[in-house]
């Protein structure tokens, strides 16, 4: 009897099996794409999961907004039949900005920013799998039958969370996750991010929305983005590259920082971008927390704690200089009741606006300490503001890489929902 169940679930995991892939080769002109992404307690790192490889298998990520392209660890465990080497003449190595060549492999600079190293690895390309949707819930995995990815050694693994073989680049050049996704599957070349936060299941989305979220009114978010452009780097921020390199990553340009209604005196100097590449304001998922320079840090915990003066502190908690007894500061829907930092924006009247759900940050035994969730960058940093992962969290921000544009929605709790509760489906693979 049980080995003919099973023998039965067999056959109908095989049916089900030709079926979705039956599905997928029908959708591979898909509206949009769709990756989940969560948050690893551990490493504050946000993951993702994509299928690679033949026979395919589940490959985690690490979500690194501003990294040049897809790598993972091809020296262990790495078993594929469709996997293929990229040599130096072709169009896809000439498109990487590889800058050296070796036994004919592309090569390129996969780089780990937890760790601070970047080695030498070659271009390949394998079968890849995601989810489709159509902004309203997860569709059937579609398939683009040659990626482009770098292979890297194992030992870039290291400060990776638990069960991580890489990171998913979203970076701006052409061999970034999204360039490619959008030619593979002919899609505008924008996408969007929502990460989650908490041990919920945030989303990433390729192409054009809408960004339904379930919850009260079940909001498109893309109606709430307010926009402000894109500035390019013009020197790379990577840990390694070839000469002449651009930065991959999402710079937007910052002018002034309000606390509450007040405006924080900032070095102007510090907020434009110099023919170095130093200076500006930049977005990153590897970055947990919002990392100023220290005049700016210093200049904002004033602030706040000025704003705040009658609240009672408490000694502050690592990595964070400014805390307070939690006990003592009421809740609103957008988190705990504490004035807004608001970064007013290039753009007319456009504002991103930081609510206690995402400033305020629970620390210490119990979390009775509610601590400003930003962090001093120490007095050269290369970029003066990095918004970090903790400030993006339940916001939807969108890149619109042809019109070189950020869309971004703040706090989504002010529209009852949050990015954890976009409808995945339970048929959903990959979660
Ligand atoms: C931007 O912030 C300033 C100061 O807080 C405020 O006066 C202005 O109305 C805001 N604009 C928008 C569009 O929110
Ligand atoms: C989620 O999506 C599924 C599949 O499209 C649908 O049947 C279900 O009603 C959706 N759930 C909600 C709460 O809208």
């Known amino acids: ?16 099996f030709s079926l ?12 949009a794409l ?28 690490v979500v690194d907004l501003g990294g ?20 130096c003449d072709s169009p896809q190595c000439a498109i990487s900005n590889s800058g050296m060549c070796g036994d004919n492999v592309c090569g390129l600079l996969p780089g780990n920013p937890f760790i601070e190293t970047s080695t030498g690895g070659s271009l390949e390309s394998d079968v890849l799998s995601v989810l489709s949707t159509d902004g309203y819930t997860s569709g059937p995995l579609v398939t683009a039958s040659s990626f482009l990815f770098t292979c890297a050694p194992t030992f870039l693994l290291r400060g990776l969370a638990k069960g991580a073989k890489g990171m998913a680049g979203l970076g701006r050049n052409k061999v970034g996750v999204p360039s490619l996704l959008s030619s593979a599957f002919h899609l505008p070349r924008k996408f969007a991010i929502c990460l989650p936060s908490y041990a919920g299941t945030g989303a990433i989305f390729f192409g054009d929305g809408p960004y339904k979220f379930l919850g009260t009114y079940n909001p498109d978010v893309a109606q709430y983005l307010a926009y402000t452009p894109l500035f390019v780097n013009p020197v790379s921020t990577a840990g390694a590259s070839f000469g002449n390199e651009k930065s991959a990553e999402y710079f937007i340009g910052v002018r002034a ?3 509450g209604e007040k405006a924080v005196p900032v070095d102007a100097k510090l907020l434009a971008i110099g023919k170095d590449g130093v200076g500006g304001t930049k977005i990153s998922t590897v970055t947990p927390y919002t990392t100023l320079h ?23 908690l690592a990595p964070f200089g400014l805390c307070f007894e939690a006990a003592k500061l ?12 608001n970064l007013v924006l290039q753009g007319e009247g456009v504002n991103w606006t930081m609510w206690g759900a995402n400033t305020m940050v629970a620390a210490g035994a119990g979390g009775k ?11 050269k940093p290369t970029t003066s503001i990095v918004i970090g992962g903790y400030q993006l969290e339940d916001n939807l921000l969108q890149f619109d890489l042809r019109r070189s544009r950020l869309g971004f929605s703040s706090s989504l709790l002010f529209y009852q929902t949050t990015c954890s509760n976009f409808n995945f489906t339970s048929t959903s693979r990959l979660l």
């Open 1 to 16: 009897m049980a080995s003919s169940a099973a023998w039965l679930f067999f056959l109908c995991s095989l049916l089900l």
């Open 20 to 31: 979705s892939s039956f599905s997928s080769a029908a959708t591979s002109r898909p509206h």
């Open 34 to 61: 769709l990756l989940p992404v969560t948050k690893d307690a551990a490493t504050l790192e946000y993951l993702t999961r994509v299928r690679q490889r033949t026979p395919s298998v589940d490959v985690t990520l």
């Open 68 to 87: 040049r392209f897809l790598w993972v660890d091809c020296d262990s465990g790495f078993v594929s039949s469709t996997r293929r080497h990229i040599p």
């Open 257 to 259: 920082i309000r606390v």
């Open 294 to 316: 220290t005049s700016i840090y210093k200049a904002v915990v004033g602030a706040f704690a000025s704003a705040l003066a009658g609240v009672p502190q408490v000694p502050p």
């Open 330 to 341: 009421g809740s609103t829907r957008v988190g705990p009741a504490v004035p807004a930092v």
């Open 369 to 379: 300490a509610l601590c400003l969730g930003f962090v001093d960058g120490g007095t």
